[in-house]
Structure formats: C-alpha cells, structure tokens
Nanobody, 120 residues
C-alpha cells in the first residue's frame, strides 16, 4: 500500500520561499509510470493543481505558478519536493501530495495534507 506524507513549515513569511517534501512509502516514485502531483486548497476555495513530476523525472507546472514553482525528486530517499518562491498571503492553503497512476488516470492516492500559512 503506497502512502504519501507531506511535511514542511506551517508558517512562512511573505516574500520567502516555501519548501515542502512528500515522502512516499510502500512503492518507488520511479515505478509504474506514476505522476506525482502537488495540489493545494486555499481556505474557502477549490483545489488547484500546482505541478507534477513523473516517474521518469519530467515536470509540468501550472501556467499561473510556473514562474515561482519548482518540483524535484530524490530517488534515493523516495521524496518529492516542492519549492514556491516569493510567497504572499494568497499562497495560504492546505498543500497535498497526490499520486496519479498514469497520464490519463484519476488521482488515486492522497497525502493527508499540510497547512501552510503565509503571514508576517
């Protein structure tokens, strides 16, 4: 059973860079043609896809966040990392790491999410 666990700072100051890690257990991030997504949900709003990195290391970014987001992986630690620079209070959200088992497949495995608040 693959499990995803997000971790990172709960509070970030405006203009700083937010860094989050998704630790994957029970399966390799390089296996099974999986896509590893970062998704967020601001308070009172819907889900927003930020970026993904594939089993082969290919990345994709939402056009609205492309200039500030960076996703990477550490295959030795089975981690996926998200960096979001120049954060503002509008980046306050619950951030989720989500597995997608293939390019056209629905999301099938979610981490519990981690709350990030941007405030001075």
């Amino acid at each position: 059973q693959v499990q995803l666990q997000e971790s990172g700072p709960g509070l970030v100051k405006p203009s700083q860079t937010l860094s989050l890690t998704c630790t994957v257990s029970g399966g390799s991030i390089t296996a099974s043609r999986a896509y590893w997504n970062w998704v967020r949900q601001p308070p009172g709003k819907g889900l927003e896809c930020i970026a993904y990195i594939t089993y082969s290391g290919t990345t994709y970014y939402s056009p609205s966040l492309k200039s500030r987001a960076s996703v990477s992986r550490d295959t030795s630690r089975n981690h996926i990392t998200l960096h979001l620079s120049s954060v503002t209070p509008e980046d306050t959200a619950v951030y989720y790491c989500v597995r997608q088992p293939g390019v056209l497949a629905p999301f099938d495995n979610w981490g519990q999410g981690t709350q990030v608040t941007v405030s001075s």
